[in-house]
Structure formats: C-alpha cells, structure tokens
C-alpha cells in the first residue's frame, strides 16, 4: 500500500519536473530569471551614496572659499561641480535633480574668518530622495567640519555647516516612500490585469471565440486595454487620495497634470504588460513573466539606490524603463510642484515606450491570430 502510493507520488513529481522542463518558457525563465535578477540586484541595490553632482555658488570667491571647495572637488565622493552665479539657476539645478545637493559661501566669508567671527555655509540638499539627501549632507558636513577644525586652530574662526532639505524639510521618510509607493503599485496592478487577460482567454478556451469574432485585432487589443486602464487609473487616484488625506503628505503640484501624466505613465507599462500576455500562453507564464520584468523594473528605477550610483551600463537601462519616470513625476509633482516643462521631460520618453510597447503587442497579437 506504501508502496502504491509512494509510486504514484513518484510518478506525478516526475511528470510535473518533465511538463515544466519541456516548456521553453518557463525553462528559460527557471534558468536565466534567477541568474539575470542576481546580476541586477548585486550592481543596481547599494546603500552608498557617490557620484554626488554639486551646485556652488561662491559669492566670496577667496582664498578661503577655493580652499575649502578643493577638498569637495578632492573627495572621491563628489563628482560634478557646477558654478553658477545666481539663486534661480542654483534652484534650478536641484529642481531638475542635475544635482543632489547646493553649497552657498556668502560675500562675508573670509572676512568673517580674519576677523574670528562665526560663519555659516548653506548646504541646499534634494530632500525628495530621502535617504541620499541625508547622506550626501553628511558627507558634505564632514568636510566642512575637517575644514573648520584647521581653521580653528590657525585663526580661532568657527564654520557652521546649515542644511536646509527642500521639498521635504524634515526628511521625512513617510513623504518620499508613499509618493513612491503610489507608482510601485500602479505598476503591479496594471501589469497583472493585462498580462493575465489573454492568457486567460487562452486557458478558458474563449480565446478561439475571440479570434472567429468579426472583431479586429486592433479592436480586440483595445478592449483588452480599457478595462485595466481605467481600473488602474481609478486605484491611483484613490491611493493618491488616501495618501493626501491619510497620511498628511502635501500635494504642492496641479491635480490636471497630475491626472494626466498616470494616464500616460500606465498606457506605458499596460504595453508592457500586453505584450507579456500576448507571447505567454497560459497565468502561470503570465505571472512568472510579470515578475521577471517587475524586480528588475523596480531596482533600475532609482527607488532603492540612485540611479547616478549604478554602474554605467545599467544607467542606460533606466531609460527604457517607464517605473524611472513614472516615480520621478509622482515625486516631483507631490512634493515641489513640478512645472510643465519638467513634466514634459519625463512624458516625453513615457510616450516612446508606450507607443513602442503598444505597437509591438498589436504586432505579436496580429501574428496570434494569422
């Protein structure tokens, strides 16, 4: 009797071990997922932050003041330096997140100093990214501190390192991970309702029904588009609504641009997810390959480590990649009031890949049904 059953066992795990190494799919996906997802996570997830790009306004523009810029520029640390000449374009380069954090040095700085008089030097940082503000602003602190000690024991003038966190002037984490949170979810939502529609048109037999229909491809395509839209727009809006109300995080931007942009942020990633479910023929498929592309969507979007921190190669990535986006508009619009021309920057490659993903679904589901 053990014996029977202990065949019988045998027997299944053996047919699932050949049914699930006989499909090419899910071979691959067993194989190459876990090895391609260990290559990502090991150079996109780090907790250190570098390649820190800097504004500088040097208003004294002394001996003192080069002194004290040269370690910055000497830190392995910090890699860019712009030097700007005004306040708007100083904002400006922290708006557009070209840098991540602004060092100001007043007129009065190496007078202050001979004269042993206390001195204050702004550090400006981008408090949308929480957590690299914070240590970017250490960073800059350190230096600053090992500056005032010299400067301490030559002429007894004591330097103040100030940081001001715009956009989030607490730090607060809450800000920074919900704004984000609201993109991350969209992103799962909308591709598991269009990566498991035809997939499971496939599995109920209805899909032959579809295809005999007088409906074309193109207006099969558009139901199969719609529905998840449109669900997907309405749950943004309403975690976005929770978020404001619930949990207190200021919504500086215009509620239109708003609207407009998850629009087009999610006809990007319902492109993604229909070509998922256009080349997959079963849920079990759908979902694995929902996945593949989630983790590694997730990791090059900046939301763990910046994406100026990645290596080169992956940096690329990121610009095919509509979560990179999506986040940043989220972020940007919530917390400081994105303007129009900023939106359009990230709109711009949104568009792109949504017309290129849509294409290619209506593309692979035209072949489906020749």
Do not use: H
């Not at 053996?14 to 990502?40: C, H, N, Y």
């Not at 004591?158 to 966190?165: C, E, K």
């Not at 943004?236 to 407009?260: D, E, N, R, Y």
Request: charged share 15%; glycine share 4%.
């Amino acid at each position: 009797m053990i014996r029977d059953f202990l065949r019988r066992v045998f027997a299944l795990i053996k047919k699932e071990f050949i049914t699930i190494w006989k499909d090419p799919k899910s071979r691959g996906i067993i194989i190459a997922m876990p090895i391609l997802q260990l290559l990502v996570f090991a150079n996109a997830i780090t907790m250190e932050v570098k390649n820190i790009d800097v504004a500088v306004i040097d208003r004294d523009n002394s001996v003192e003041s080069r002194e004290l810029l040269s370690r910055f520029e000497n830190s392995p640390r910090f890699r860019k330096f712009y030097y700007v000449q005004n306040e708007s374009e100083f904002k400006r380069k922290i708006d557009t997140q070209k840098v991540q954090i602004g060092l100001y040095i007043d007129n009065n700085f190496s007078s202050n100093i001979k004269a042993q008089k206390p001195v204050s030097i702004l550090i400006a940082t981008d408090g949308r990214q929480t957590n690299s503000a914070s240590i970017a602003g250490g960073y800059a602190s350190q230096i600053i501190s090992g500056y005032n000690d010299e400067i301490t024991a030559r002429k007894g003038a004591q330097i103040t390192p100030v940081i001001r966190n715009w956009y989030n002037p607490n730090l607060e984490y809450r800000w920074y991970i919900l704004t984000v949170l609201i993109a991350m979810l969209a992103l799962v939502l909308t591709l598991l309702l269009t990566a498991l529609s035809i997939a499971r048109e496939r599995e109920m037999g209805t899909f032959d029904q579809l295809i005999v229909s007088p409906l074309s491809s193109f207006e099969i395509l558009l139901g199969k588009t719609v529905p998840p839209l449109t669900i997907a727009m309405v749950l943004t809006c309403v975690m976005t609504l929770i978020v404001i109300t619930c949990f207190k995080v200021p919504f500086a931007g215009s509620i239109l641009l708003f609207l407009v942009s998850i629009f087009i942020s999610l006809l990007s990633i319902v492109g993604v997810g229909l070509c998922i479910s256009s080349i997959c023929k079963t849920q079990q498929q759908a979902i694995l390959g929902v996945i593949t592309f989630q983790m590694p969507a997730i990791l090059l979007s900046g939301f763990i480590s910046p994406v100026e921190d990645m290596p080169v190669f992956l940096q690329y990535f990121t610009y095919i990649n509509p979560i990179r986006f999506f986040m940043v508009l989220t972020r940007g619009i919530f917390l400081k009031g994105m303007g129009l021309g900023d939106i359009l920057m990230n709109l711009i490659p949104l568009i792109i890949i949504a017309f290129f993903t849509l294409s290619l679904a209506s593309w692979t589901f035209k072949r489906k049904l020749d």
